[in-house]
């Protein structure tokens, strides 16, 4: 419930003096809905106004002239500027206005009257000027801003109307009860927030702007412990939450025999961890976090069986079709050894299939549900849903794995969660993102992978490559050819993958598959199947391949137009390459033609492309990312959830954010409930970071 105190700032924006109804929408679009949106919009500039004469007038600054006006210059041609010639005791400036009405401006400016005009002195032909000056009354000029904040602006929304409503919204904050530690507000130098918001929308030079000013980290802080709270206490309502006691038995130890190999030691820690949640009767939520290659499959595989064993069924859902077809015929004839009976649910199923299988999933007579989007459909239904696995978990909408949890049955409590991801991203983004779950890390890759050597080519080369190619085609090898990204459009970038997989055709000598996302679910799988079992040399491909595909024997890949996939991508699809004891090899090709010249490459290109020839570890990898993009979206994670905040910019602000971290563990570790005086005001400050109803709300 939100804290009356807080009402005011919750209020729609349209309650603010100001907001008409023809800027609301205008307002809405660039803060929010809310008084409290207006009050948390930051300045992204400012203007230090100085007092100026004409003869000392400094160009490029923003100047305050106090002047009379002398005449009105009314343009002689069409498209010419309007001017007005204006006057202090050291010379003249001319205030110019790229149309408006001479009318009007003359009206504000009317022969003899003194203004105060301010705005960027500019020179034209030797003499000072002023575009679009901000003009003041005598009666107003004793008001002007020395500095004045400027906030990002729309079309129909100007900087100065921002800063009114700013300031209308910034009145309707309360004083608040302090929620901070104060040891730790003195010893960091923070105003209160009230303070802070008030000073937020008052810089007084460039350094306030910054996210290091502290008035910033301040509200940074404030809006990270929030967050941070929020996830912690989710946590804990899941932990509180009781879900089927899983124990792992002796068809483990039949999988384990069965499987062609032993466990890493990483694997055998995640398995291990997983256990201990599974077996502890509260719903267990855990990311395992494993670079591509690294043998998250198996992990998950210890986990349905040890359900299965425990008399409860486990849903493991993928992304895409390819991998959950390929999840399927690995793991299901290994669970069978293990006494276990598996299907296989995709959009693609025919009805009789779907039928048959919707029963056996009903009737518990199979245990384990392997599947895509398919999975959470209403018309699924699980006799005794205990776990739900979800691969590429950064592919799926929070929504949607909710559906898939939502499957148990509440007599015998909630559904376990697992969630796999081969993105590798720093802990701090770990926190922000997944802050809610427990963490499993597979550090180490299976032994016997021989790195993969990475060459980046012009596409002019393209002759030698497929030369080089026919030869390792003609010993044996299989190999990847990931074709043009040509275009926005899929059918366009689907027309250039078959026109070059018939090239291939006609240069290699070799039968050439081709898959890509559009043809029929049953077709692709074939290609893909007998790919997987060698009777394929070479694949022709679209990005279906880039998540998941394991096919161990390919050992080469070829992507074409390498500089415009992004660097996560190109490791992802590098990683389906390298995954057995052959030597492996990843060609990027970069640039436009076959024929053409040399072409050039852009500076990010590549440096993405020299760090994807430097390194395979896609913790650098995803780093040099981070570093490329910058602040702004890093590994698209606006798009997965990752929280859209105000204040807090989790790489700048990432010692702040661990610290929040630990205060939320700690503030909960002491009154889990929040009922003590300093519980009441942390509620508060919950609240006033609420975005649940929010539309950029992430979560
Ligand atoms: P990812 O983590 O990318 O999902 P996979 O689970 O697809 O990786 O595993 C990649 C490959 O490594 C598979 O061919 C798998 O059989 C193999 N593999 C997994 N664990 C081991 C291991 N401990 N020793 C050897 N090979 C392994
Ligand atoms: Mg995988």
């Known amino acids: 419930m939100r804290p009356q105190i807080l009402f005011p700032l919750f209020a729609e924006v349209s309650n603010l003096k100001g907001v008409g109804p023809k800027i609301l929408p205008l307002v809405q679009k660039l803060a929010g809905p809310l008084v409290r949106d207006v009050a948390f919009l930051s300045p992204s500039g400012l203007i230090i106004r100085r007092p100026m004469t004409a003869v000392d007038a400094v160009e490029g600054h923003v100047g305050l002239f106090e002047i009379v006006i002398d005449r009105l210059i009314v343009p002689g041609k069409p498209g ?24 009007h401006i003359d009206r504000l400016l009317p022969k003899g009257q003194k203004r105060w005009v301010s705005g960027k002195v500019e020179r034209f032909n030797n003499e000072v000027q002023i575009v679009h000056p901000d003009i003041f009354t005598p009666e107003q000029a004793v008001d002007i801003p020395a500095v004045e904040p400027v906030y990002p602006a729309t079309q129909g929304l100007t900087s100065r109307v921002v800063r009114k409503l700013a300031q209308a919204a910034l009145a309707q904050a309360p004083d608040l009860a302090e929620w901070q530690d104060p040891a730790w507000l003195a010893k960091m130098r923070w105003p209160s927030w009230r ?21 910033r980290q301040r509200l940074a802080y404030d809006e990270l412990l929030a967050h941070q709270l929020a996830l912690a206490r989710r946590r804990r309502t899941r932990k509180i939450t009781p879900a089927p006691r899983i124990m792992p038995g002796d068809a483990s130890a039949r999988l384990l025999d069965a499987l062609p190999f032993s466990l890493t030691g990483a694997q055998a820690q995640a398995v291990q961890e997983i256990r201990r949640d599974l077996a502890a009767g509260e719903q267990m939520g855990r ?12 992990v998950a595989a210890l986990a349905l069986v040890d359900t299965a064993a425990s008399g409860f069924q486990s849903a493991l859902m993928a992304p895409t079709e390819i991998l959950a077809r390929q999840h399927y015929q690995k793991l299901a ?6 006494g276990i009976s598996t299907i296989l649910l995709t959009g693609r199923d025919t009805p009789a299939e779907r039928r048959e299988r919707l029963a056996a999933l009903a009737a518990g007579d199979a245990q384990v549900a392997i599947g895509t989007h398919a999975l959470f459909q209403d018309a699924v239904r699980f006799d005794r849903l205990a776990l739900a696995v979800i691969d590429e978990q950064h592919r799926f909408g929070v929504n949607e794995r909710q559906r898939l949890q939502a499957k148990g049955d509440p007599r015998t409590g909630g559904v376990h969660l697992l969630t796999m991801s081969a993105t590798p991203i720093p802990r701090t983004l770990e926190l922000t993102q997944y802050g809610e779950l427990e963490v499993s890390r597979l550090t180490e890759k299976p032994p016997g992978r021989t790195p993969v050597t990475t060459a980046v ?30 275009a926005e459009s899929e059918s366009i970038d689907l027309a250039a993958a078959e026109a070059r997989a018939a090239d291939l055709r006609r240069i290699l000598k070799v039968e050439v598959g081709l898959a890509h996302g559009q043809m029929p679910g049953a077709e692709r799988e074939a290609v893909m199947a007998d790919f997987a079992d060698g009777r394929l040399p070479l694949l022709v491909a679209t990005t279906v391949v880039e998540v998941g595909v394991d096919v161990p024997n390919a050992t080469i890949m070829v992507i074409e137009h390498a500089d415009r996939f992004g660097l996560a991508q190109l490791h992802q699809l590098r990683g389906r390459v390298g995954r057995g004891a052959k030597a492996s090899a990843c060609i990027l090709l970069y640039g436009g033609s076959d024929t053409g010249q040399e072409p050039s490459l852009g500076e990010t290109a590549r440096v993405r492309l020299e760090t994807l020839r430097r390194t395979e570890d896609g913790f650098v990898i995803a780093e040099e990312d981070f570093r490329l993009r910058g602040g702004g979206d890093p590994l698209g994670l606006k798009q997965s959830g990752f929280p859209a905040y105000r204040f807090a910019d989790p790489i700048r602000h990432r010692s702040l954010l661990l610290a929040a971290s630990d205060d939320a563990r700690l503030i909960l570790g002491r009154d889990p409930d929040l ?11 919950e609240a006033l970071f609420d975005w ?5 709300g992430a979560d």
């Open 333 to 338: 004839p290994l669970l069978e050894t293990a």
């Open 80 to 103: 010419a500027p309007i001017k007005v010639r204006a006057i202090d005791e050291t010379g003249f400036v001319h205030l110019i206005w790229f149309g408006g009405s001479a009318q």
């Open 287 to 298: 990311l395992l976090q494993g670079d591509v290659g690294s043998g998250k499959t198996a």
């Open 457 to 486: 080519l012009p596409q002019a080369r393209i002759g030698e490559v497929a030369k080089r190619l026919k030869a390792a085609l003609d010993s044996g090898a299989q190999a990847y050819w990931i074709c043009p990204l040509v």
């Open 195 to 215: 303070d802070a918001l008030k000073a937020l929308h008052a810089p007084s030079s460039e350094p306030d702007l910054l996210p290091e000013a502290p008035i």
């Open 692 to 696: 649940k109803n929010d539309r950029s």
């Open 675 to 685: 009922v003590s005086e300093r519980g009441s005001t942390i509620r508060v400050l």
